[in-house]
T-cell receptor, first 113, second 112 residues
């Protein structure tokens, strides 16, 4: 079945550091890939997504590229801010019917000033 | 801009008590979901409803029941709460299974 593996946290960075959170997936066919973010005390919200190979999703300075050859969708940001402190979830959706999203276990990011 | 609304936000139950978590969405979405979030386990799907009138089990359905009351509402019931059901519960919806999912703010449930 479909699955997502993302790097375990927590990740602690200083402000303005470069961020990478690794995500790899296992799926049949051509899934859509997502990054969701959860700020403290809130629900998850979509950060970015990509629906086909080589697509790059981007939002709020974050980027991720759908790499089919390496089955990866790594999240990157060039310069993190304290306000980026949150839990980040990689997810995928199969391309058949109404199958729900499959989530990774989440990576907690803490950015210190 | 209500989106997905779930109630209650916080609840403490005694072992064996029952309760229902309510969820409503105002985006005219077809699909609705209940997830639970536990430390180190990420999000796990309990039940989902692909469309009005249908429900399906997710990864961790035991101890729960759901009702898709109409297109807007999808409730989650704990018939006899157990401490293992202490968790944060999230309701979510999407237009179709493949589309972006929108989450509620969560319900913190403690079973003592």
């Amino acid at each position: 079945g479909n699955s997502v593996t993302q790097m375990e946290g927590p990740v602690t960075l200083s402000e303005e550091a470069f961020l990478t959170i690794n995500c790899t997936y296992t799926a049949t066919g051509y899934p859509s890939l997502f990054w969701y973010v959860q700020y403290p005390g809130e629900g998850l919200q979509l950060l970015l997504k990509a629906t086909k190979a080589d697509d790059k999703g981007s939002n709020k300075g974050f980027e991720a590229t759908y790499r089919k050859e390496t089955t990866s969708f790594h999240l990157e940001k060039g310069s993190v801010q304290v306000s980026d402190s949150a839990v980040y979830f990689c997810a995928l959706n199969g391309n058949s019917g109404n199958t729900p999203l499959v989530f990774g276990k989440g990576t907690r990011l803490s950015v210190i000033a | 801009n209500a989106g997905v609304t779930q109630t209650p936000k916080f609840q403490v139950l005694k072992t064996g008590q029952s309760m229902t978590l309510q969820c409503a969405q105002d985006m005219n979405h077809n699909s609705m979901y209940w997830y639970r979030q536990d430390p180190g386990m990420g999000l796990r799907l309990i039940y989902y409803s692909a469309s009005e009138g249908t429900t399906d089990k997710g990864e961790v359905p035991n101890g729960y029941n759901v009702s898709r009351l109409n297109k807007r509402e999808f409730s989650l019931r704990l018939e006899s709460a157990a401490p293992s059901q202490t968790s944060v519960y999230f309701c979510a919806s999407s237009d179709r299974g493949q589309d972006t999912i929108y989450f509620g703010e969560g319900s913190w449930l403690t079973v003592v």
